[in-house]
T-cell receptor, first 113, second 113 residues
Framework: GENVEQHPSTLSVQEGDSAVIKCTYS??????FPWYKQELGKGPQLIID?????GEKKDQRIAVTLNKTAKHFSLHITETQPEDSAVYFC????????????FGTGTRLTIIP | DAGVIQSPRHEVTEMGQEVTLRCKPI?????LFWYRQTMMRGLELLIY????????DSGMPEDRFSAKMPNASFSTLKIQPSEPRDSAVYFC???????????FGDGTRLSIL
C-alpha cells in the first residue's frame, strides 16, 4: 500500500519568513495530493491540493509543488503570520476506484512573533 | 453552509461500555469517512462509505468496531465493548467523491477509563 513520509515533524519560523514542509510517497500511481491544516481542538481543514497533471499550484501565500519523478511534494507558506501556527498534514491518494487517503505524520509549525 | 457535524464532542466512559459516535455529513456529499487520530498512529482511516455502502473497512481494528450508514445524512461508529486503548479522537469526513476534497468535522474526543 501507499506510504507517505513527512518532514520535518516540528518547524519554528520567524514571522514574515517562509516555511517549507516536504512529503514523499511510495506509490507511483498516486495522483491526488491534498494538504490539511489542523488547529487545536479542530478537525483537519483542506488548505490546498494538487493533481498529478500539474507541477505547481498557488493560492495567495500558499503554494504546493509536485515532482512525480522523485515522488515528492512540498508545501510552501510565504510571509508567515501567527495564525499559520498549526499542525499540517500531507496526504496522497493512489487507488483508482478507492477514495482512501494516506496521511503523513504531520508537521507542527510555530510562527515566532 | 453547515459543515460535517459530529456528536458528542467529548465522551468519557468506563471500559466495557458501549460507545456510539454520530456523524451528519455535508448535504449532497455521497462519500463518508471515519478516521481515528492518536499520537502513536497519527490519522488513520477506519472505514468509508459511498452512497451509503461500505467500500473499504480494512482499517477497522477488530470486531468490537462497527459502522453503519442507514441513510445519506447519518452515520454511526460503534465500539462494543470499549477498551482503554480505544481512547483517541475520532473524525468523520465527507466528500463529493473521488479526488474531491474531504471535509472533516471537529471530532469526538473519546476517553475510555
Amino acid at each position: 500500500g501507499e506510504n507517505v513520509e513527512q518532514h520535518p515533524s516540528t518547524l519554528s519560523v520567524q514571522e514574515g519568513d517562509s516555511a517549507v514542509i516536504k512529503c514523499t510517497y511510495s506509490d507511483s500511481a498516486s495522483n491526488y495530493f491534498p494538504w490539511y491544516k489542523q488547529e487545536l481542538g479542530k478537525g483537519p481543514q483542506l488548505i490546498i491540493d494538487i493533481r498529478s497533471n500539474v507541477g505547481e499550484k498557488k493560492d495567495q501565500r500558499i503554494a504546493v509543488t509536485l515532482n512525480k519523478t522523485a515522488k515528492h511534494f512540498s508545501l510552501h507558506i510565504t510571509e508567515t503570520q501567527p495564525e499559520d501556527s498549526a499542525v499540517y498534514f500531507c496526504a496522497a491518494h493512489a487507488n483508482f476506484g478507492n477514495e482512501k487517503l494516506t496521511f503523513g505524520t504531520g508537521t507542527r509549525l510555530t510562527i515566532i512573533p | 453552509d453547515a459543515g460535517v457535524i459530529q456528536s458528542p464532542r467529548h465522551e468519557v466512559t468506563e471500559m466495557g461500555q458501549e460507545v456510539t459516535l454520530r456523524c451528519k455529513p455535508i448535504s449532497g456529499h455521497n462519500s463518508l469517512f471515519w478516521y481515528r487520530q492518536t499520537m502513536m498512529r497519527g490519522l488513520e482511516l477506519l472505514i468509508y462509505f459511498n452512497n451509503n455502502v461500505p467500500i473499504d473497512d480494512s482499517g477497522m481494528p477488530e470486531d468490537r468496531f462497527s459502522a453503519k450508514m442507514p441513510n445519506a445524512s447519518f452515520s454511526t461508529l460503534k465500539i462494543q465493548p470499549s477498551e482503554p486503548r480505544d481512547s483517541a479522537v475520532y473524525f468523520c469526513a465527507s466528500s463529493l467523491g473521488q479526488h474531491q476534497p474531504q471535509h472533516f468535522g471537529d471530532g469526538t474526543r473519546l476517553s475510555i477509563l
